[in-house]
């Protein structure tokens, strides 16, 4: 069956599904739960008064995490999967999100990458989960992609994605209801 040929609510229902399943699963050595770590981030987004969009992909960032343990993929020595940026901005774009929500959850991990090669102090700052997971992702940018990445059109919206994802690790902040990104998720699914 075609993606498309499900409808949105099938589709939103198959990501939110990854959220049931999964989202009090640890994240990767942080003191929260997946759930908590990116309902943060989506509140961070809310909070700055940005768009369904951008709230959406704070809220998705992490979600080839989840979609990894729903697959049952190799991870990074207990530190979530390689590549989950990529996993999860391919598994939103299949299910017909716009390129906006899905090129921002791909680009979360460049934003680490970059910061690093532009302010190497920024990698003192890190979580050491965080730190953990960064020569998996490929280390500090080289000055070429840096270049490529600071001509990314989204390129500014990546680094405030990047700065909620290290925000998003408090414990014990209340659960917002996820009914509203359920409802943004309808709204803005093709």
Known sequence: MNVFEKSKGER????????????????????VSQIEHMCQSAQLAEKE?????????AFFH????????????????GY???SHEKLGADFL????????????????????????????EYFEKLSEASRKTFAY?????????????ENDELFELSLKMRTWDELA???KVPLPDLDRYKKMALKVIC
């Open 62 to 77: 992490d979600i080839g995490h989840l979609f990894a343990m729903d697959q049952d993929l190799e991870n990074m020595g």
């Open 93 to 120: 774009r299949r299910l017909g999100f716009p390129e906006k929500v899905d090129k921002l959850v791909e680009n979360h991990v460049q934003a680490k990458r970059y910061l690093t090669y532009k302010y190497p």
């Open 169 to 171: 690790k408090e414990e």
């Open 137 to 149: 992702q490929g280390g500090v940018m080289t000055a070429e992609e840096a270049e490529v990445f």
């Open 80 to 82: 979530g999967v390689m």
């Open 49 to 57: 008064g940005f768009d369904e969009e951008v709230i959406l992909a």
């Open 12 to 31: 939103v229902g198959e990501v939110f599904g990854l959220y049931e399943k999964f989202g009090q699963a640890d994240y990767i050595g942080e003191p």
